[in-house]
Nanobody, 123 residues
Framework: VQLQASGGGLVQAGDSLRLSCAAS????????MGWFRQAPGKEREFVTA????????KYADFVKGRFTISRDNAKNTVYLQMNNLKPEDTAVYYC?????????????????WGQGTQVTVSS
């Protein structure tokens, strides 16, 4: 499975961005899809994830109410809509696919990873 993340950029605080992650080479509809992020000098942290069916989601507390994950199984793509961005959201954002059936927040459960897309939020 190959994952290609895109949509990052430089924005100001309060702006919005939508990240996309296109999957190829596997059965996308069977995967739990997640987004993680890693800021300089920090460990990779869980942001959000979505079940294979799209019926269940999990969000980190620091993005609840601001970020929304969604998926389009027909397009093999998962999205991360990020609103009201804050400077502390600055990080490289990674999409990941998990062959399991439950939404997991630990990065080591995820089997495939995209290359990451940089999000920079200026104050």
């Amino acid at each position: 499975v190959q994952l290609q993340a895109s949509g990052g950029g430089l924005v100001q605080a309060g702006d919005s961005l939508r990240l996309s992650c296109a999957a190829s080479g596997g059965t996308f509809r069977n995967y739990v899809m997640g987004w993680f992020r890693q800021a300089p000098g920090k460990e990779r942290e869980f942001v959000t994830a979505l079940s294979a069916s799209g019926g269940s989601t999990k969000y980190a507390d620091f993005v609840k109410g601001r970020f929304t994950i969604s998926r389009d199984n027909a397009k093999n793509t998962v999205y991360l809509q990020m609103n009201n961005l804050k400077p502390e959201d600055t990080a490289v954002y990674y999409c990941a696919a998990d062959l399991g059936t439950r939404i997991m927040t630990q990065h080591y459960y995820y089997d495939y990873w995209g290359q990451g897309t940089q999000v920079t939020v200026s104050s």
